[in-house]
């Protein structure tokens, strides 16, 4: 029933997106910004864990925001669900934020509905960055839900210009779980990634990317293998992002 309600929550969301962004065409001086990605991925790898094996996914979102308030939609679509001879829609999340800057330093809290082909969860999160050398910065999560426990991710990023129009966006991080019902308390998953972004026109946008994570300990190593469907504990995939935003 829950997979209905937000499926149906997301067709309307996509509509109300499209009409929104029509409206701040017309408004340019609107407090309103919507936009919509759809990315196509090799594999959908979370925090570590691989939930594809060998087919390609699908993952539409689309955000509307008014000052710093937030509301994202995110899905994802798997052409080959873990084996099975059809697509499946395993999973839709929503995300409400609320974001501001200081200075030299941006600050966000969330909330976010993860509705999953198992058992739902919800998160909670704070998030700070710093925009100065290699823009670090810090987000907590913390799990109320399904999976209690902390997620805390270290991130940093570089911008290397290639041209007028185009950068080599370069990011890394790492990830430190702890969970509370099981003994696991690791620094837990690395990431690096790399990507540029081809702007169309003014709207529309193309980002090419590729991203390989790994574990971080031998623990961990162990945990994301006995979790991720393909079995391995590192993960090399590549995807292409089509954007538009108003």
């Not at 426990?149 to 940093?156: R, V």
């Not at 003994?183 to 990431?191: F, I, K, N, P, V």
């Amino acid at each position: 029933m829950y997979k209905r309600i937000l499926k149906t929550i997301v067709m309307a969301g996509l509509v109300a997106l499209t009409l929104g962004a029509v409206n701040a065409v017309a408004e340019e001086e609107s407090p309103v910004s919507a936009s919509g990605d759809l990315g196509v991925y090799t594999q959908y790898v979370w925090r570590g864990y691989a939930f594809s094996d060998s087919s390609l996914v699908l993952q539409p979102s689309a955000t509307v925001a008014y000052g710093g308030f937030g509301f994202n939609l995110w899905g994802n679509l798997d052409t080959d669900y873990v084996g099975m001879d059809d697509a499946d829609f395993n999973e839709i999340d929503m995300t409400f934020s609320y974001d501001w800057s200081y200075d030299t330093v941006s600050m966000g809290v969330g909330y976010i509905y993860y509705g999953l082909e198992g058992e739902d969860s919800m998160e909670l999160y704070y998030t700070i960055g710093f925009d100065t050398i290699l823009a670090p910065s810090i987000t907590i999560y913390r799990d109320i839900d399904a999976f209690e426990g902390w997620y805390i991710s270290l991130g940093i990023g570089h911008s290397i210009p290639l041209t007028e129009e185009l950068a080599l966006d370069l990011s890394a991080s790492i990830g430190y779980y702890d969970l509370d019902d099981v003994d696991y308390s690791e620094l837990h998953d690395g990431t690096i990634g790399a990507s540029v972004t081809i702007p169309v026109n003014d709207y529309f946008s193309i980002t090419p990317s590729l991203t390989y994570t790994f574990g971080l300990s031998s623990e961990a190593k162990d945990d994301i293998e006995a979790v991720s469907a393909d079995g391995d504990s590192d993960h090399f995939f590549a995807g292409i992002t089509c954007s538009i935003a108003f």
